[in-house]
Nanobody, 120 residues
């Protein structure tokens, strides 16, 4: 069984910063691509940023120059540093990972989400 647990969300003022973390645990043989998605009320879930095991990144236009995705492979942990936050960044942020397990399977896994609220 594989689990993804996000942390680091909260309430921040416009212009502020937050750092999200996503820790993967369980029967993990290899973590391939990892990414952050978000879903605002009444909207579809959207990609924020992704990072392959080889180090290639892909950012949504709204995240470019403000957000930085990174990972610590030794800790099976994904991060999202968010700077210059705007009210429109308010959403539940979800971690996603493409994981190959020790049982020989491979699939996409989601965390439970962490709320980010940007408001004065």
């Amino acid at each position: 069984q594989v689990q993804l647990v996000e942390s680091g969300g909260g309430l921040v003022q416009p212009g502020g910063s937050l750092r999200l973390s996503c820790a993967a645990s369980g029967n993990i043989r290899r973590i391939n691509t990892m990414g952050w998605y978000r879903q605002a009320p009444g909207k579809q879930r959207e990609l924020v940023a992704m990072l392959t095991s080889g180090g290639t990144t892909n950012y949504a236009d709204s995240a470019k120059s403000r957000f930085t995705i990174s990972r610590d492979n030794a800790k099976n942990t994904l991060y999202l540093q968010m700077n210059s936050l705007k009210p429109e960044d308010t959403a539940v942020y979800y971690c996603n990972a493409d994981i190959s397990t020790t049982r020989g399977s491979r699939g996409g896994y989601w965390g439970q989400g962490t709320q980010v609220t940007v408001s004065s």
